[in-house]
Nanobody, 124 residues
Framework: QVQLVESGGGLVQPGGSLRLSCAASGFTFSSYAMSWYRQAPGKEREFVAR????????NYADSMKGRATISRDNAKNSAYLQMNSLKPEDTAVYYC?????????????????WGQGTQVTVSS
């Protein structure tokens, strides 16, 4: 059974930091790119950051460049999002997503899995 479980969210003051974690199970984590997205109340879900399956290549939303670092530990089947200098507008539910290719015999298809999200609230 595929599972992505986010943790590490909470209430933080403006200017503070949080480290989100995403624990994966039920699929070959090391073969999947991992991303973080977020969704604020009344808004569409938006991209935050992405890291390729082997690590080392990342990209970020403009709003998070210089304030966020995405990483992964394939030995622990986990991905992380370190966020610094948090702002009230960073308040959202943060989701991790796994993207890869799943093959059943000779048939392969693009696959993605989502976690349930973790709430991040930035407020004084």
């Amino acid at each position: 059974q595929v599972q992505l479980v986010e943790s590490g969210g909470g209430l933080v003051q403006p200017g503070g930091s949080l480290r989100l974690s995403c624990a994966a199970s039920g699929f070959t984590f090391s073969s999947y790119a991992m991303s973080w997205y977020r969704q604020a109340p009344g808004k569409e879900r938006e991209f935050v950051a992405r890291i390729i399956s082997a690590g080392g290549i990342t990209n970020y939303a403009d709003s998070m460049k210089g304030r966020a670092t995405i990483s992964r530990d394939n030995a622990k089947n986990s991905a992380y999002l370190q966020m610094n200098s948090l702002k009230p507008e960073d308040t959202a539910v943060y989701y991790c997503k796994a993207e890869g290719v799943h093959c059943t015999g000779p048939k392969c298809s693009a696959t993605q899995y989502w976690g349930q999200g973790t709430q991040v609230t930035v407020s004084s």
